[in-house]
């Protein structure tokens, strides 16, 4: 049983950072990926970052790149989200996942995720 729990979210100005933590318990780093999403009132999960978890390799959405950087602390079993530069855009409810197989940047691909956690920048 795979347990993901995020935290770190809370409300920010514009320009402002924050990081989110998603802890895994029971989850194991062997050829599988981690990714975030968000997902703001009346619109879909967008899949914003990703990283593959045995050899470090990150994929962003543009929307985020050069923005956000994700990371894991493997032997914490904490994947991260420093977000910089935030913009009122970026509020949404955050949530992380691990997958398995399939394309990263889908749903479908994650079989585990977490409960969320909210950001809310203000300009």
């Known amino acids: 049983q795979v347990q993901l729990v995020e935290s770190g979210g809370g409300s920010v100005q514009a320009g402002g950072s924050l990081r989110l933590s998603c802890a895994a318990l029971g989850y194991t780093y062997s050829n599988n990926f981690m990714g975030w999403f968000r997902q703001a009132p009346g619109q879909e999960r967008e899949w914003i970052a990703a990283i593959y978890t045995s050899v470090g390799f990150t994929y962003y959405a543009d929307s985020v790149k050069g923005r956000f950087t994700i990371s894991q602390d493997n032997a914490k079993n904490t994947l991260y989200l420093q977000m910089n530069s935030l913009k009122p855009e970026d509020t949404a409810m955050y949530y992380c996942?691990?997958?398995?197989?399939?394309?990263?940047?889908?749903?479908?691909?994650?079989?585990?995720w977490g409960q969320g956690t909210q950001v809310t920048v203000s300009s």
């Open positions: 996942a691990a997958g398995r197989r399939g394309d990263y940047r889908k749903y479908a691909a994650y079989n585990y």
